[in-house]
């Protein structure tokens, strides 16, 4: 899922019929220093709890334990009724109608919460709230109200399957987040088969969106942002073609083959640019390498991995805590060591962007000790199936509703 948090992706949502969203609270003016337990020095207004969130995430997953007043931050960025919004610069002050709230950064929390563990009580109140805001057809949408669309529903899919909740039994009107996601998935024909689509259009139409995909693929197979490496499912075990949609299992194999297609070009995905060339869209790409991984398509999944590691450094350096989060991600969902891709250290990057962990010291001495047995499984694993990988158009560094492949 690759999820960008600007105010540009709040225009395009109320541009594509999600609900408008109530002004959000002022954020700090420019002079003013935001949190030390924040990660990323940037502007927080629109994906603080979301970065934080990734950041958190990841270093949970290559066995960083995150600096204490990092989470607690995080954990008082929750609201009374359980939701999150994406940065209250005074979270002593309750929210109100004013408060910006929305499902994507709740989702995330629940997935960095959960998995770093003993906050039970705010991942409950939070997924009561995303239940509380489930739309007719299933789905969510980014803003209480608004209109499904695949990546926010994928989101949440993942949030509550680290939860321990089971995605196709949390139903609204006797429809689940599958139900939505498989109406957003598009048919076998045409040169798009079996892509996902952002939202319908004005006029009920699909099109084809890569970034959607790639939520939409992790989202049908009931996965999160954290994808364990060597998972192949039935579907990519028999290599089989576009088929019927009857299934969210279906609908995953046919987004991954979309993408393998798409990414076969030239190894990366691409985002359109008005007026001129299309861009690489590396945040995208990483999200496509775990969406392919967690569908066991490793061939393609190792070639993309590989172009990040060559190409991926400047974009995320440029882009700080979420960028280095999802290549980590990728790293881990084909088994590959983020502590030496293409020679840099992205553990050592994303801590860097925030405060320091808990036992840095102790933390780094074990990743050092591990290194080897991690190289050794990344080459074995590569010599026996061409290490895998997938992504969410989580564009955990941002994410462009519109985006085409």
């Not at 969203?21 to 949190?35: C, I, N, R, T, Y």
């Not at 009107?173 to 957003?184: E, V, W």
């Not at 074990?366 to 026996?384: L, Q, T």
Request: a neutral charge.
């Amino acid at each position: 899922m690759n999820v960008r948090h600007s105010a540009a992706v709040l225009a395009a949502v109320a541009v594509i019929g999600a609900a408008t969203p109530a002004a959000a609270a002022p954020s700090p003016s420019p002079s003013q220093a935001f949190p030390s337990a924040l990660y990323g020095d940037k502007d927080p207004q629109y994906d603080g709890v979301w970065r934080q969130s990734l950041a958190l995430l990841a270093q949970h997953t290559v066995g960083v334990k995150p600096a204490a007043k990092s989470v607690e931050w995080l954990v008082r960025q929750q609201c009374a009724d359980g939701s999150f919004a994406p940065y209250r610069a005074d979270p002593t002050t309750a929210c109100d109608a004013k408060t910006m709230v929305d499902t994507n950064q709740t989702a995330a929390a629940i997935q960095a919460l959960t998995a770093l563990g003993g906050h039970d009580a705010v991942t409950g109140k939070a997924v009561t709230w995303l239940k509380s805001v489930q739309n007719k057809d299933g789905g969510w949408g980014y803003t209480p109200g608004g209109a499904s669309d695949t990546n926010s529903t994928s989101v949440v899919i993942g949030a509550l399957t680290a939860a321990g909740e089971k995605p196709e039994q949390v139903e609204k009107g006797g429809k689940s987040p599958y139900d939505a996601l498989l109406k957003l998935a598009l048919g076998c024909d045409g040169d798009d088969a079996g892509a996902f689509a952002f939202q319908p259009d004005e006029r009920g139409e699909l099109a084809a969106n890569a970034d959607a995909t790639a939520a939409g693929v992790l989202g049908a197979l009931g996965k999160g942002m954290v994808v364990k490496p060597g998972a192949k499912t039935e579907a990519a075990k028999k290599g089989q073609a576009c088929e019927d949609k009857k299934t969210p299992e279906q609908a995953a194999a046919n987004g991954a083959g979309y993408l393998a297609k798409a990414l076969a070009k030239n190894g990366h995905l691409t985002s359109p640019t008005p007026g001129s060339d299309p861009k690489r869209d590396y945040g995208n790409t990483a999200d496509a390498v775990v969406a392919l991984a967690a569908h066991g398509d490793t061939g393609q999944a190792a070639k993309s991995l590989r172009w990040l590691e060559k190409n991926s450094a400047p974009w995320a350096a440029q882009n700080g805590p979420a960028a280095y989060a999802q290549l980590i991600f990728a790293a881990h969902a084909t088994g590959t060591n983020p502590r030496d891709f293409g020679g840099t250290d992205l553990v050592k990057r994303l801590n860097a962007t925030g405060p320091a962990p808990q036992s840095a010291e102790q933390t780094q001495a074990a990743g050092e000790k591990k290194s080897d047995s991690d190289v050794f499984g990344v080459w074995w694993y590569v010599g026996v199936c061409l290490v895998a990988g997938v992504g969410i158009g989580f564009l955990f560094s941002g994410r462009r509703k519109k985006q085409q492949p």
